[in-house]
């Protein structure tokens, strides 16, 4: 147990449908990440929130839609997704120290998109 | 950010020690060496980080060369439960870098019994 907890661990979704990803830590860290491990790939960073506040977006695609509504609290929100995003998605907290380079990881959703 | 070159795998006999290298020969002076490792389907876990001094903790110590351009994560005792994917990343403080991660492919670890 890392106290980074995520719900649901494994999701199915079909191209049309909207489901959200929820992360909580237990931690009192004030930095959240989202994370996406597709098959044979390094792990990617998507998005940062810092004190509530998005302070990274990787370029990510329109279709995935981060919330973080308080500093325990991050969701990605999912709509219109294409097979090609089925991954691994991981959730990940900080303490604004030593840069929140010292993160503690959530056990993932597995995502997949039929 | 400086760049890491790890091997892309090693084999550890149980009990020994488990010696992980990294380069960084392009580290420089304000950057951190970090170290991570994710067992399979799991999330990465935090090992250990460190800038110029060796350092230890439970999990494992780690050792930066004089010259700061290459480090070796050791697992005194590996055990079974150490098989996993080990991460060495580099990053410097502050800035608009603040919580960016860059993973790389890593070092497939394998301890056998």
């Known amino acids: 147990e890392t106290g980074v907890t995520q719900t649901p661990r494994h999701l199915v979704m079909g191209m049309t449908n909207k489901k959200s990803l929820k992360c909580e830590q237990h931690?009192?860290?004030?930095?959240m990440y989202w994370y996406k491990q597709s098959a044979k790939k390094p792990l990617e960073l998507m998005f940062v929130?810092?004190?509530?506040?998005?302070?990274e977006n990787n370029s990510v695609p329109s279709r995935f839609s981060p919330e973080c509504p308080n500093s325990s609290h991050l969701f990605l929100h999912l709509h219109t997704l294409q097979p090609e995003d089925s991954a691994l998605y991981l959730c990940a907290s900080s303490q604004e120290l030593a840069g929140g380079y010292e993160q503690y990881f959530g056990p993932g959703t597995r995502l997949t998109v039929t | 950010d400086a760049k890491t070159t790890q091997p892309p795998s090693m084999d550890c006999a149980e009990g020994r020690a488990a010696n992980l290298p990294c380069n960084h020969s392009?580290?420089?002076?304000?950057?951190?060496v970090y170290w991570y490792r994710q067992i399979h389907s799991q999330g990465p876990q935090y090992i250990i980080h460190g800038l110029k001094n060796n350092e230890t903790n439970e999990m494992a110590s780690l050792i930066i060369t004089e010259d700061r351009k290459s480090s070796t994560l050791i697992l005194p005792h590996a055990t079974l439960r150490d098989t996993a994917v080990y991460y060495c990343i580099v990053r410097g403080l502050g800035g608009t870098s603040y919580g960016k991660l860059t993973f790389g492919q890593g070092t497939i670890l394998t301890v056998h019994p």
């Open positions: 929130y810092n004190f509530k506040e998005q302070t």
């Open positions: 392009t580290i420089s002076g304000n950057e951190y």
């Open positions: 931690l009192g860290h004030n930095a």
